[in-house]
Each structure stands twice: as structure tokens, then as C-alpha cells.
């Protein structure tokens, strides 16, 4: 007798990407943390930055309806996530750099700190044109309903996800300057 799987196959193509994405965000913040990579450290992280993916994916189905109508939601989120590996490469070579680098030398390159902030923008625009492709292509919309639906995709999941990432942060730093 064969044993059911513990995830459904439907379920299962629906996570593993976004649970990718989560696992590589762990991985790359233990190593820029603590410049070692264990499992002790990168599970927990990953488990706290499973929010991107479930931002990302909350956003996508408020953002587009051709989405919400498709027959296989799961895989409607598989093939989204399929256009993240340019930011997961960034987040792996970025923390490769840094957890080989000493902290010092980091942080002397006051005229080289740029180099992090120019790939990333180059980062989201390739995502952003693999983003497009996914709504043109994979959910065959016009070229109008693809630009609106992944601009209004971006903007919930950006302003989501940075509030929650900055806001704690963000209060404080509020709460100092006006001396509270």
C-alpha cells in the first residue's frame, strides 16, 4: 500500500517556490548576519521571512482578477514565482560577498557602497520585465492589463512588505525624533 502524501500535490506546487524564496531570504540573512551558515540560524530567519512570500502572493490575487479566475490557483503561483530567481541570485551573491568580507572593509567603502544599490535597482527591473511576461504571456492579458496588474501587484506588495519591515524600526526611529 502506498502512503498518502503528507501535502497534496496541488498544495504542494503551490508552495515550493514561495517556500524557496523564504528559505534563500533565511539563508542569505544568516550569512550577512553572522557570516556562517547553520541550520539553527537559517530556519528560524527563513520562518520569519516567510512574509514575502505570502505578501507577494496576497497581493497578486488582489491585483489581478485574470489570476483569481485561472482554474489552478497553485499553479498560478508557481509560475509567478518562477520569475524570482534574478533576486535570489542577487540575495546569494550579496551575501556571499559580504559574509567573506570583514565587516571593517564594508564599511570603509563609502564610495563603492553604490555597487549593492545599482545592481538592486537592475535587479527589479529584470523582475519587473519577467513580472510583465508572466502577466502577458502566462495569463494571456493585453499589454495594458499586464502593466496595470503588476503595478498594482508591486505597490500592495512593496507597501506591505515594507511597513512591516521598516515599521518597527521606522516607529522608533519616529518616536526619537520627536522625543517621545
Excluded at 483569481?68 to 535570489?88: C, E, K, N, Q
Amino acid at each position: 500500500m502506498i502512503p498518502k502524501p503528507i501535502i497534496p500535490s496541488a498544495a504542494w506546487t503551490g508552495l515550493r517556490r514561495p517556500l524557496l524564496v523564504a528559505l534563500v531570504l533565511g539563508c542569505g540573512m544568516s550569512l550577512m548576519d553572522a557570516r556562517v551558515l547553520t541550520l539553527r540560524l537559517a530556519l528560524p530567519t527563513a520562518f520569519w521571512w516567510t512574509y514575502v512570500p505570502m505578501v507577494e502572493i496576497l497581493a497578486l490575487f488582489a491585483a489581478c482578477p485574470a489570476a483569481r479566475r485561472a482554474p489552478s490557483w497553485p499553479r498560478i503561483v508557481d509560475r509567478y514565482f518562477m520569475g524570482h530567481w534574478p533576486t535570489l541570485l542577487w540575495v546569494m551573491a550579496l551575501a556571499g560577498c559580504l559574509a567573506f568580507i570583514p565587516p571593517i572593509t564594508v564599511l570603509s567603502w563609502q564610495q563603492r557602497i553604490s555597487v549593492p544599490f545599482d545592481s538592486a535597482l537592475l535587479v527589479i527591473a529584470w523582475s519587473a520585465y519577467i513580472d510583465f511576461q508572466f502577466f502577458r504571456r502566462g495569463l494571456k492579458q493585453s499589454a495594458w492589463h499586464a502593466a496595470r496588474d503588476l503595478l498594482v501587484q508591486r505597490a500592495i506588495a512593496w507597501t506591505v512588505g515594507l511597513t512591516i519591515f521598516v515599521g518597527g524600526a521606522g516607529y522608533q526611529t519616529l518616536a526619537v525624533r520627536l522625543g517621545l
